[in-house]
Structure formats: structure tokens, C-alpha cells
């Protein structure tokens, strides 16, 4: 237990179809962050907010679209997804200007997009 | 254009020997360094890091070594025992710049 939630940890979804997924952190956090991992690929940052507001969006597609109604909770809705948006999907979240850098990762939600 | 890198994808290792894991980056501005271990349905799980400062640095059977003149640093866990298989992953950031960039992990296997 890192101290981060997430739900659902797998989802099957349809290209027409609207989703959300959720995180939540219980560690007193004020950052938290979206990430991509594909089969074979490094994981990548899609996401990143500091005290709920967005401080960087990595080149992502409009069809994910992040919310953060607090420090605590992040969410990515989805909509009109492709087969290859089909990944682990990891949250994570950390405290701002601390010196170790280190973020807190949730277990993730498994996508599949048929 | 990939940053950091782990070339091995696998690495089997027999129980009590040492395992070690190696990373390569290429960006010179990187100033921090952490491992990062992920068991299967477990999201990655914060290991060790080491800053750009020092050479070394130990936690218990776990040490990461830093060479910056060759931007190489590797993770070596001794003795290796079998709750240590996992996938391991390297992640290098700018200190402060909070988006850390991830090799694409090794899938050690301790063997008994």
C-alpha cells in the first residue's frame, strides 16, 4: 500500500464509449500526475498538477481529458478512444519541492479499447 | 529520441549472487537518479536514488552507483534473494522539474 488509489483497476472499453478513471492520494500530497505505460514502452508523463491546477500536459490527445477537483483526487475522463490508447494507466503523486523527487504510485487501471 | 535507457530487458540470477542492473541516460541536465521496483497488478514502488552529487549510495542490500562521465548508473543488490523478482525501472529528473523520464525497466528473476 503506497497510500494511492485507484480505480478501476481494469477497464474494457468500447472506441464509442465514455469512461473516467480515479485516483486518490491519502498522503497530505499537492502534486499529482497521470502516466502511460504500453507494452514495451518507458512509462510516460501525460499529465502533471500542482495544487489542482495543470502545470503540463506532455503532447496529449484531446480525447483523454485530466480533472483535478483537489489536491487528493485526480481523474482522467476518456472519450473516443483508440485500440492503442490500450495500457496500464498510473497515477501518481508527490509533495512539491521535496528534495528526494520521489513520487507515490497507485497500482493503476489496465485499459483495454476494443 | 529516448533519454534514458535499460537495455537489458531480462536478467535471471541465482539466489544469494549479486544481481546487477544497469542504466544509461544522455541528458546532461539530469541531476537526480531513482530505481523504482514493480511487482505484476502493483503500481512501481520507490527503491533507491542517489543525486547527482555523490557517487554512491546504500540502503541495505541495495546500492546505485553513479558514474556521470559516462552517464551510467547501476543498481546492485546483494545478496539477491527471491521476493527481489520484479521489474526494475531507472527514472532520471532535473532537480525540481518534477517530471521524471523512465527507462524501459529489466525483469530480474532470482532463481532459487
Known amino acids: 500500500e503506497t497510500g494511492v488509489t485507484q480505480t478501476p483497476r481494469h477497464l474494457v472499453m468500447g472506441m464509442t464509449n465514455k469512461k473516467s478513471l480515479k485516483c486518490e492520494q491519502h498522503?497530505?500530497?499537492?502534486?499529482m500526475y497521470w502516466y502511460k505505460q504500453s507494452a514495451k514502452k518507458p512509462l510516460e508523463l501525460m499529465f502533471v498538477y500542482n495544487f489542482k491546477e495543470q502545470t503540463e500536459n506532455n503532447s496529449v490527445p484531446s480525447r483523454f481529458s485530466p480533472e483535478c477537483p483537489n489536491s487528493s483526487h485526480l481523474f482522467l475522463h476518456l472519450h473516443t478512444l483508440q485500440p492503442e490508447d490500450s495500457a496500464l494507466y498510473l497515477c501518481?503523486?508527490?509533495?512539491?519541492?521535496?528534495?528526494?523527487?520521489?513520487?507515490?504510485f497507485g497500482p493503476g487501471t489496465r485499459l483495454t479499447v476494443l | 529520441d529516448q533519454q534514458v535507457k535499460q537495455n537489458s530487458p531480462s536478467l535471471s540470477v541465482q539466489e544469494g549472487r549479486i544481481s546487477i542492473l544497469n542504466c544509461d541516460y544522455t541528458n546532461s541536465m539530469f541531476d537526480y537518479f531513482l530505481w523504482y521496483k514493480k511487482y505484476p497488478a502493483e503500481g512501481p514502488t520507490f527503491l533507491i536514488s542517489i543525486s547527482s552529487i555523490k557517487d554512491k549510495n546504500e540502503d541495505g542490500r541495495f546500492t546505485v552507483f553513479l558514474n556521470k562521465s559516462a552517464k551510467h548508473l547501476s543498481l546492485h543488490i546483494v545478496p539477491s534473494q527471491p521476493g527481489d523478482s520484479a521489474v526494475y525501472f531507472c527514472?532520471?529528473?532535473?532537480?525540481?522539474?518534477?517530471?521524471?523520464?523512465f527507462g524501459q525497466g529489466t525483469r530480474l528473476t532470482i532463481n532459487p
Open positions: 527514472a532520471a529528473v532535473i532537480q525540481g522539474a518534477q517530471k521524471l523520464v
Open positions: 498522503l497530505g500530497h499537492n502534486a
Open positions: 501518481a503523486s508527490s509533495q512539491l519541492l521535496a528534495t528526494d523527487n520521489e513520487q507515490f
